[in-house]
T-cell receptor, first 115, second 109 residues
Framework: DAMVIQNPRYQVTQFGKPVTLSCSQT?????MYWYQQKSSQAPKLLFH???????NEADTPDNFQSRRPNTSFCFLDIRSPGLGDAAMYLC??????????????FGPGTRLTVL | GQNIDQPTEMTATEGAIVQINCTYQ??????LFWYQQHAGEAPTFLSY??LDGLEEKGRFSSFLSRSKGYSYLLLKELQMKDSASYLC??????????WGAGTKLIIKP
């Protein structure tokens, strides 16, 4: 089955210790997104890729970086996690990102705990 | 600014019908999405509306009124597994998705 996969599902890190979250897709979608979601809040878009073109949201902290080495994989790097970065991190993909009906499909998420 | 409003929480009884409302103020409109999100899981796509009217898909229906900036998700014959958060998201004129905070639906036996 075509899908969006995220690893790990649960990640525990220490304050200030770099962490990398991964996402892969078998949907062959052009666009990949990283969202941060805290409890009972809307998903917050951090950045997205149209193919290899990186698009950073204006309010995404510099502490967050991303890499997309190929169509299938995308990584979220948190260089120095703070307690406020504890959240669910959601990866999503969509076919083209520039049509009204373009639907985003989500991976299962990685829940990050910062100690 | 852009804004999506949904009730924070609703409670309904198993077997009943519930309507979850969403109002929006966005820079342009290119469609409205409903997603279901169970606790601790990722959102899953439910429906997409771009024209006014009602779209029915099994037990779930979604309605849109663009002139009123309003949508609702109607869930019929509620089951315990429908306990989840329901997120409304609007695609604006720049094709960005603006997300609501979601409505937590609690189903009681």
């Amino acid at each position: 089955d075509a899908m969006v996969i995220q690893n790990p599902r649960y990640q525990v890190t220490q304050f200030g210790k770099p962490v990398t979250l991964s996402c892969s897709q078998t949907l062959n979608h052009n666009v990949m997104y990283w969202y941060q979601q805290k409890s009972s809040q809307a998903p917050k878009l951090l950045f997205h890729y149209y193919d290899k073109d990186f698009n950073n949201e204006a309010d995404t902290p510099d502490n967050f970086q991303s890499r997309r080495p190929n169509t299938s994989f995308c990584f979220l790097d948190i260089r120095s996690p703070g307690l406020g970065d504890a959240a669910m991190y959601l990866c999503a993909t969509s076919r083209d990102g520039n049509s009204g009906a373009d639907t985003q499909y989500f991976g299962p998420g990685t829940r990050l705990t910062v100690l | 600014g852009q804004n999506i409003d949904q009730p924070t929480e609703m409670t309904a009884t198993e077997g009943a019908i519930v309507q979850i409302n969403c109002t929006y103020q966005t820079s342009g409109f290119n469609g409205l999405f409903w997603y279901q999100q169970h606790a601790g899981e990722a959102p899953t796509f439910l429906s997409y509306n771009v024209l006014d009217g009602l779209e029915e898909k099994g037990r779930f229906s979604s309605f849109l009124s663009r002139s009123k900036g309003y949508s609702y998700l109607l869930l019929k014959e509620l089951q315990m597994k429908d306990s989840a958060s329901y997120l409304c998201a609007v695609r604006d004129s720049n094709y960005q998705l603006i997300w609501g905070a979601g409505t937590k639906l609690i189903i009681k036996p």
